[in-house]
T-cell receptor, first 116, second 114 residues
Framework: GAGVSQSPSNKVTEKGKDVELRCDPI?????LYWYRQSLGQGLEFLIY????????KSGLPSDRFSAERTGGSVSTLTIQRTQQEDSAVYLC??????????????FGQGTRLTVV | AQSVTQPDIHITVSEGASLELRCNYS??????LFWYVQSPGQGLQLLLK??????LVQGIKGFEAEFKRSQSSFNLRKPSVHWSDAAEYFC????????????FGSGTRLLVRP
């Protein structure tokens, strides 16, 4: 597609339920990032995939959070047993050639997750 | 630890006035440096970036930023602010190695007075 696509755009879930958030990066982009933006806050790094390398999971806040990237393209962020503090906008970004000059990360519109 | 600091949470300027948003980083070596803007209801858009070379970088919408190695800073400037510039501005860094892990500051919200 023309840009990074995230679905759903909005998700309301009950506390304790599991949710899956999807990210379709720009075709050919080897790097994919997930961030969390809580209300009025900055972007909190969650996880980073680059090519076939092991993902950098250092930002995942708890073991309830996991992510995978299948076939080097689509990524799914899963939150198990959701809590109210998980409510936030989850942003996905992708970039073409990490570490190379003139590369940049392009962001999706985000998924707004509300846990009630 | 690697970090990015935007010391100003909010800044208010009058339309037509000049603007400077501060960004400081703490890294072992000079990283790649970026400024992104997030307008209400919009996604993040890249304003400008520094990779190497000239330390004064020009971006879109009339913005510029200056990299100062001695101060570990990458401040964003605009000579004359327009009402449409009201938004949240984020400084970001990525190490100059193959990891390219992109880390953001906490953001500065810009309000523009008519």
């Amino acid at each position: 597609g023309a840009g990074v696509s995230q679905s759903p755009s909005n998700k309301v879930t009950e506390k304790g339920k599991d949710v899956e958030l999807r990210c379709d990066p720009i075709s050919g982009h080897t790097a994919l990032y997930w961030y969390r933006q809580s209300l009025g806050q900055g972007l909190e790094f969650l996880i980073y995939f680059q090519g076939n390398s092991a993902p950098d999971k250092s930002g995942l806040p708890s073991d309830r959070f996991s992510a995978e990237r299948t076939g080097g393209s689509v990524s799914t962020l899963t939150i198990q047993r959701t809590q109210q503090e998980d409510s936030a906008v989850y942003l996905c970004a992708s970039s073409l050639m990490p570490g190379r000059q003139n590369t940049e990360a392009f962001f999706g519109q985000g998924t707004r997750l509300t846990v009630v | 630890a690697q970090s990015v600091t935007q010391p100003d949470i909010h800044i208010t300027v009058s339309e037509g006035a000049s603007l400077e948003l501060r960004c400081n980083y703490s890294y072992g070596a000079t990283p790649y440096l970026f400024w992104y803007v997030q307008s209400p209801g919009q996604g993040l858009q890249l304003l400008l970036k520094y990779f190497s070379g000239d330390t004064l970088v020009q971006g879109i919408k009339g913005f510029e930023a200056e990299f100062k190695r001695s101060q570990s800073s990458f401040n964003l400037r605009k000579p004359s602010v327009h009402w449409s510039d009201a938004a949240e501005y984020f400084c970001a860094v990525a190490p100059m190695d193959s990891s390219y892990k992109l880390i953001f500051g906490s953001g500065t919200r810009l309000l523009v007075r008519p």
